[in-house]
């Protein structure tokens, strides 16, 4: 028995465009292997005359995301416009509000507006796909959903901004300061003209909270959560991590503790012979800890057209084939509201880099400061970066994150250091 | 709506004691986020007084696998005995035959029955759940079936033998000989008694059958596949590919060329700046190449009690809550037979490593006949084994396999030659 589904397309940037022409090459497989005729009903995005790569002329063009949304037969409507705010928040209500199953990769909206989302939809007896949100191409959201719905989630680990990772990892292999890996990423579409919440955290965190929702079944308030990124990170800090024998990181993490749960976005050490240190370039990861020990790691694409698409043709058919499917996998109601904070318990080493003067006594100093918060150090080195200015770095001992705050704190205000010292958690798992 | 889900269990080794823990520790979840009462009504094994960590006791004891399955209020018969033949397939048919829900670890029974037990069920409108008979506690089955249902799936990869993975990597981190590592697998449990299926690559065999049914939905003959393992390997192997920037793993791979499936099941060296060479011990870890140039990676552990019976519990929750589930995504009737070769296109680097007497001109003679079949070599090596015996290790830049098979063949007719050439390709992707 073959099934029409109708959608309309909101947003053809690179996600939308790749969709649609995915959507056009597979019309076969939908067909013989789910017995669906997709048909492209209409399309919306802000300006009609930009350049596309797909003849636009072949779709209805709405003016009105209104009229696209309300006409008759459409059963999903795709939106791939983003932005917690404006067009694209208004697109996924609109679409809910008159009964249409919604599709859409909006991180930021999900993260802040998730469990209003999740409501409306169950309330008008809709769905809502999203796997397109988090890592691109990696089936993640699916498989917390539908494999680990019988089985207790302890943690999720994930290289989440594929920016962050590109850059990273460009430094370390080619050498180049922050800025120019910067511009290399922008050249390869891996990053955006604007990257400022790629770079500073806020993509991983929306991120690591969609997971977590879905991972703890727990409704978490963003407004609480807080997140650091990788744009204060230099050179230095990728050589001397990878003489060290670690890579550097950008790691959303998501755990349950004592009924809390625990957010943390930040860069981390990972040593090398751990499995996410060699997840390079674009590339992003995610580790499922679940029942006691069990580790399911994810690795794919995390953004670009070709593996988002894959994720919405996902959805496309699955939002078709499956009945029952809540957004976070069990109702809006039991979804309890949770306090957050990403003071995350035990003891951890530290990466430490101070720049400083070079003033007699200055290394001393630096050791006294951390003897006296009981930090004990595993390794040292100082750099001289010119006649006026060195670097040293530390790696410490497992010792209290409370330790290190009231350190660098005493540290940042001693009269030789010339910037505020970069701190990173080595990651134990 | 609460739903009452009575099951049996017919096997009760390491797999079937831990589901039962799994299934007892974990009713709240079943309950709290699918609202299903889970009851095992009856327990199945082929002896009755062995030791077992769980209590035996607290569950209704079947001397008869048939009274068993044909209890009235039964919808699920979970099998984890295993084996092609025998009791296990006897469950199996049994099963399906009396209209109930099968789940199975059994991959050697679906890799030779697949396609019969699919027509089963979907003639008794019944379902079957096998997450577990591929890489354990990795959610590759249900990955492929449905995030990937509206995708072409170009290519599969795998490392699927937990055993063969825990000895190749253990030579080589504790310069073990081959029976060192295989004993030490066995005494963690990481290698049966009996493991020759194991390390002759059967096993991955099977379970690269399974994937490809699933990825390219044909019906694969497994009498016609052929396979090899590392059983012939040493750790000189290890040591060389280490040498020349390679881990060694054993793969098994299928894909699609020309509307033939083409299925590998052999050792391959992976250069360490790939993925799968960081993939070590007892995990699992299958390459998932879909849509042009996607690629998804899923990286978990492969065997155990604990993480298959994850996947157990994961068929349970999904087969009690979804619809229209064929076995292999798409009916039995669509699921065409296709001829298998293992002769993939294109060229390839080759690993040669000949052991021969020492005997005047052998290297002469050697880096002859390849050159002869036009085999160029990138690097050799000579080590002298004793005062008699040296290993000659070759890697090639990249020929045709017809080349690599006439060679050796030659090669190991030469008189000064003590065992066949142990040869090994060279993973380019």
């Known amino acids: 028995m073959i099934k029409n589904l109708n959608i309309v397309i909101a947003g053809l940037g690179t996600v939308g465009s790749s969709t649609i ?10 067909l013989n292997r789910s017995g669906l005729r997709v048909n492209i009903v209409g399309v919306f995005a802000k300006n009609k005359s930009k350049t596309r790569n797909f ?15 309300r006409q008759k037969n ?3 409507v795709i939106e791939l ?9 208004d697109i996924c209500y609109e679409t809910l509000k008159n009964k249409k199953n919604l599709i859409t990769a909006n991180k930021a909206l999900l993260a802040h507006d998730g469990y209003k989302l999740a409501k409306l939809a169950e309330e008008n007896k809709v ?35 594929g920016t962050s990772n590109y850059i990273l990892t460009n430094m370390l292999e080619e050498n180049n300061d922050f800025s120019t890996s910067l511009k290399k990423a922008q050249k390869l579409g891996y990053a955006e003209q604007n990257p400022e919440d790629d770079l500073n955290g806020l993509d991983t965190l929306h991120k690591i909270i969609i997971l977590s929702e879905i991972s703890f079944n727990k409704q978490i308030d963003i407004k609480k959560a807080v997140c650091s990124g990788i744009e204060k990170l230099t050179k230095e800090d990728i050589f001397f991590a990878n003489k060290l024998g670690f890579r550097i990181k950008l790691l959303g993490i998501g755990c349950i503790e004592k009924k809390k749960i625990k957010l943390i976005v930040s860069p981390f050490l990972i040593s090398k012979e751990k499995e996410l240190s060699n997840v390079n370039k674009n ?6 800890d679940a029942n006691k020990k069990n580790k399911t790691i994810l690795v794919g694409e995390g953004a670009g057209g070709d593996p988002t698409s894959i994720s919405v043709i996902s959805d496309l058919i699955n939002i078709s084939s499956y009945e029952n499917e809540n957004m976070y996998g069990i109702t809006y109601k039991d979804l309890k509201r949770v306090s957050i904070s990403n003071n995350f318990s035990g003891d951890n080493s530290y990466f430490i880099r101070v720049k400083t003067y070079d003033k007699p006594g200055a290394i001393a100093a630096i050791t006294t400061i951390l003897k006296n918060f009981n930090i004990s150090i595993k390794s040292l080195f100082q750099e001289q970066l010119n006649r006026k200015i060195f670097n040293v770095v530390i790696l410490s001992h497992k010792c209290k994150k409370s330790s290190i705050d009231k350190a660098a704190n005493k540290l940042n205000k001693c009269n030789f250091v010339k910037e505020k010292a970069i701190i990173m958690q080595v990651l134990h798992v």
Do not use: C, H, Q
Request: no cysteine; net charge positive.
């Open 81 to 89: 416009i983003g932005g917690a705010k404006g067009i694209a928040r």
């Open 127 to 161: 769905k809502i796909g999203f796997e397109a949100s988090v890592a691109g191409g990696v089936p993640v959201i699916s498989t917390l959903k539908k494999s680990f719905k019988g089985i207790k989630i302890n943690k999720i680990t994930g290289i989440l901004n």
């Open 21 to 30: 022409k995915l959507i056009e090459s597979n019309k076969n497989i939908f």
């Open 55 to 69: 003849r636009l002329k072949n779709y209805k063009w709405f003016n009105s995301y209104k009229d696209m949304i």
């Open 74 to 76: 459409v059963n999903i």
């Open 283 to 288: 590339l992003n990861a995610i580790i499922i």
